[in-house]
Antibody
Framework: QVQLQESGPGLVKPSETLSLTCTVSGGSISTYYWSWIRQPPGKGLEWIGYIHYRGSTNYNPSLKSRVTISVDTSKNQFSLKLRSVTAADTAVYYC???????????????WGQGTLVTVSS | SYVLTQPPSVSVAPGQTARITCGGNNIGSKSVHWYQQKPGQAPVMVVYDDSDRPSGIPERFSGSNSGNTATLTISRVEVGDEADYYCQVWDSTTDHPVFGGGTKLTVL
């Protein structure tokens, strides 16, 4: 079990870029995959994308054109950038661990506490 | 893309058994994972691989999966179990996770 902590601005202006970082502690980032998930106020969970510590990524098709996830193994961190944000991107953003696929499945055992990002001028 | 369907809400009295369903096409062929999310908190995994419990999760939480429906069962429901519950599977055709829409459990 690892601990995750999101950090970044809580307010972003429309059309600008949302940037968040997740710091992993209690274990090495060079093990699992790592994911971002968001939750608009009062709504369900939406997967954004994930990254392997070696840098390969996979994104939600609905966000793919605006999302970049990167990893910095020297700092045990991974990051999210979401470009051209609108009010619809207002949400609590969570980072989570994602163990390697085994038997055609995997899940999210560890989550950060989440950080609310509001898109507003 | 694969779709998971959950009822928006389930209500149960304390001490009774709550059953939260998650429907999907031939979901019985997939492994289903369940998360509990209390207000203002991050989700916590309560069942993985259909019926296994992470350490620290009470035995009152159990899961099953067959055909087109997976079920999270909470026995001897407590007021503290009131939360939103989400099911999740892995879509191996896209290597994407899929979440259900969530079910709000109300303990009357």
């Amino acid at each position: 079990q690892v601990q995750l902590q999101e950090s970044g601005p809580g307010l972003v202006k429309p059309s600008e870029t949302l940037s968040l970082t997740c710091t992993v502690s209690g274990g090495s980032i060079s093990t699992y995959y790592w994911s971002w998930i968001r939750q608009p106020p009062g709504k369900g969970l939406e997967w954004i994308g994930y990254i392997h510590y070696r840098g390969s990524t996979n994104y939600n098709p609905s966000l793919k054109s605006r999302v970049t996830i990167s990893v910095d193994t020297s700092k045990n961190q991974f990051s999210l950038k979401l470009r051209s944000v609108t009010a619809a991107d207002t949400a609590v953003y969570y980072c989570a661990s994602l163990p390697p696929i085994k038997g055609s499945t995997t899940y999210f055992p560890d989550w950060g506490q989440g950080t609310l990002v509001t898109v507003s001028s | 893309s694969y779709v998971l369907t959950q009822p928006p809400s389930v209500s149960v009295a304390p001490g009774q058994t709550a059953r939260i369903t998650c429907g999907g096409n031939n979901i019985g062929s997939k492994s289903v994972h369940w998360y509990q999310q209390k207000p203002g908190q991050a989700p916590v995994m309560v069942v993985y691989d259909d019926s296994d419990r992470p350490s620290g999760i009470p035995e009152r939480f159990s899961g099953s999966n067959s055909g087109n429906t997976a079920t999270l069962t909470i026995s001897r429901v407590e007021v503290g179990d009131e939360a939103d519950y989400y099911c999740q599977v892995w879509d191996s055709t896209t290597d994407h996770p899929v979440f259900g829409g969530g079910t709000k459990l109300t303990v009357l």
